[in-house]
Nanobody
């Protein structure tokens, strides 16, 4: 299993970025996917989740209306469109999925991509 994030960078407040997470090594369309983030000195927090087919999404309250998670199962890729970015959105953003067979579960993380919102 491999998750590789890209698209991070430096952006001014109010700007936009689109993150991508390319997945490989598993049947991507069989698993829900998530984005998490971790700011310096803070715990990792959930940003958004998308269902296997992409029909259902869920967001942390502070991201609702600004961030959009989507996926392309043909490309084995999940995206995070981030608009109206704020300095407090500065963090390392991680792609995540979990495999569960009802008895045990396995968590997989990407290496993360840095997003810095600053003027």
């Amino acid at each position: 299993v491999r998750l590789v994030e890209s698209g991070g960078g430096l952006v001014q407040p109010g700007g936009s970025l689109r993150l991508s997470c390319a997945a490989s090594g598993f049947t991507f369309s069989n698993y829900a996917m998530s984005w998490y983030r971790q700011a310096p000195g803070k715990e990792r927090e959930l940003v958004a989740v998308i269902s296997r087919a992409g029909g259902r999404t869920n967001y942390a309250d502070s991201m609702k209306g600004r961030f959009t998670i989507s996926r392309d199962n043909a490309k084995n890729t999940v995206y995070l469109q981030m608009n109206s970015l704020k300095p407090e959105d500065t963090a390392v953003y991680y792609c995540y999925t979990r495999f569960s067979n009802g008895v045990s579960s396995y968590d997989y993380w990407g290496q993360g991509t840095q997003v810095t919102v600053s003027s």
